[in-house]
């Protein structure tokens, strides 16, 4: 039973969709567990690539550290994503660090065995690619948004991004799955705390989300959606 129940997680992931019962088989047995404990560091940013993780349970922040010393915040990850994409590209260190918003569950292989896999199904290399391509277009979106944006624009993707990634409906609209700070928000749409509370604050005494201490509900995405594009 709990192994019919594992191969139906590593089924539904983005790295193993549409993968044969049997590869999905072989891939369990040589896998790892790996749970971590809420703000626990699963790799840092500059670690040497040692091991590649897929997520069962819990949500996970992916950070980068810039040479002067400020935190940007690149995404979040929720069940079924990859962490440590880097052991897919035959990357030496990880990019940024991985940690922990609550108590997780990850599915583990070591470097050398996922690009064992790779090589031989060529399926999972074919889904590596598609996932590092949409890693890639995120990127370029979020590049995009702060090249050409106006701020509170950049506010209004981000928290319908972050909805869509990760929200579930409520009785009060959709709230985003995580602990999220107004100073999370600052860091993801390059802007100030200062900037992102006096958005919140506009946006809540019009019914457009409801924010509290690490909380956002999106109350309104109609209007939020509109907000956003009308101002293109």
């Known amino acids: 039973m709990e192994h019919q129940r594992d191969l139906g997680i590593l089924r539904r992931t983005e790295l193993f969709h549409g993968i044969p019962d049997d590869v999905l088989s072989d891939l369990h047995t040589a896998s790892f567990r790996k749970r971590v404990a809420a703000n626990e560091v699963l790799f840092r940013q500059g670690d040497a690539v040692e091991s590649f993780y897929v997520v069962i349970v819990g949500r996970f922040r992916v950070t980068q550290t810039t040479p002067e010393g400020q935190q940007i915040i690149i995404r979040y990850l929720g069940p079924g994503q990859v962490a440590g994409y880097s052991a897919l590209t035959g990357a030496e260190q990880h990019p940024g660090t991985v940690t922990a918003l609550d108590d997780g569950h990850l599915f583990g292989w070591s470097r050398g065995v996922i690009q064992q896999f790779m090589g031989r199904h060529a399926a999972i290399a074919v889904n ?20 050409t944006e106006r701020v509170e624009q950049r506010i209004a993707h981000t928290v319908l991004r ?71």
Do not use: N
């Not at 690619?129 to 995009?144: F, I, N, P």
């Not at 609209?173 to 390059?190: K, V, Y």
């Open 128 to 147: 590596a690619t598609a996932v590092l391509g949409k890693r890639y277009h995120e990127l370029q979106v979020r590049l995009r948004e702060l090249a």
């Open 162 to 232: 972050l909805a869509q990634q990760a929200g579930h409906r409520t009785s009060r609209g959709i709230e985003i799955a995580f602990p999220l700070s107004r100073q999370d928000l600052a860091e993801m749409t390059g802007t100030t705390l200062h900037t992102v509370s006096r958005t919140l604050s506009a946006w809540e005494e019009k019914g457009i989300v409801d924010s509290g201490r690490r909380r956002v509900i999106v109350c309104k995405s109609d209007e939020l959606e509109a907000m956003a594009a009308a101002e293109r």
